[in-house]
């Protein structure tokens, strides 16, 4: 296969969570630019619509935009109902929608803990247990988690006081290498990214000038001295829902400017 060609996605499907804003977004945007048609799911129907119709505009594929709260399995098995009336597989399930809550840590209300353990960790369970079961019909497929440079490490209370955060997206590495290894028979890759810091709504505030502090203390931290942004997304991400990456799984890729190793 000559390298272009190992990169392409045309002809397959790619089904993507939290793809209406941020890191579901620049990754929807990558698979659907290198050939892919794309369901983009969230919570807020406006912006998948809108995310959508940019897509079919720039790219001349199909976007299908499904409202979905991942933490709700009657959501996920309409998602799924609804996929399966448009295209006739899922060849790539890409599980980025998450959410964060910031309080301080020996104030952290149990009720948050548990929403972001139910949508960051149950809920990816339950669609890729869905999915990957659609997918060892089909003969395989590709799954890819979006997990966090914080699920390797701690982190301070005045850049990140989100406690829970990183345990769910610990959670979310031992899972992608679990799942690799119990779903290598049915040809199912599971692998991860984990970004650092890149610029989305959920991290917008951190360029507000009241979090200046914690922006200087984040910068002095990434050797690259920069935020992450659409372009240092995309192509991670095609490849490793493309064939240049057939021989990985299990593995969490670090996207982080150089954060975790300084």
Avoid at 129 to 136: C, D, F, R, S, T
């Amino acid at each position: 296969m000559k390298l272009q060609d190992l990169f392409k996605l045309d002809g397959k499907v790619a089904l993507i969570t939290g793809g209406g804003r941020g890191i579901g977004k620049f990754i929807a945007t990558g698979l659907a630019e290198a050939g892919a048609d794309v369901v983009i799911t969230s919570r807020k129907l406006e912006n998948l619509e809108k995310v959508a119709g940019d897509i079919e505009k720039d790219f001349s594929v199909k976007a299908l935009p499904v409202k979905c709260d991942v933490s709700k399995e009657e959501d996920i098995d309409n998602l799924l109902s609804v996929v399966k009336e448009h295209f006739p597989r899922i060849d790539i399930l890409v599980n980025n929608a998450g959410a964060t809550w910031g309080a301080p840590t020996l104030k952290f209300p149990l009720e948050r803990w548990d929403q972001l353990f139910n949508v960051n960790v149950r809920g990816v369970w339950m669609l890729t247990q869905k999915v990957a079961n659609l997918m060892k019909e089909q003969g395989g497929g590709n799954v890819i988690n979006v997990s966090s440079v914080m699920g390797f490490r701690g982190s301070d209370e005045l850049s990140h006081p989100a406690v829970a955060y990183n345990s769910t997206k610990a959670a979310i590495n031992l899972l992608t290498m679990n799942l690799a290894v119990k779903l290598a028979p049915y040809n199912i890759r599971v692998n991860a990214i984990a970004p650092g810091f890149f610029r989305t709504d959920m991290m917008a505030f951190i360029e507000k000038p009241e979090f200046k502090a914690a922006l200087d203390m984040t910068m002095e931290k990434i050797p690259l001295q920069r935020i992450g942004d659409i372009d240092d997304m995309k192509g991670v991400a095609v490849f490793l829902a493309s064939e240049a990456s057939s021989y990985m799984t299990g593995h969490i890729l670090l996207n982080d400017g150089g954060f975790l190793a300084k």
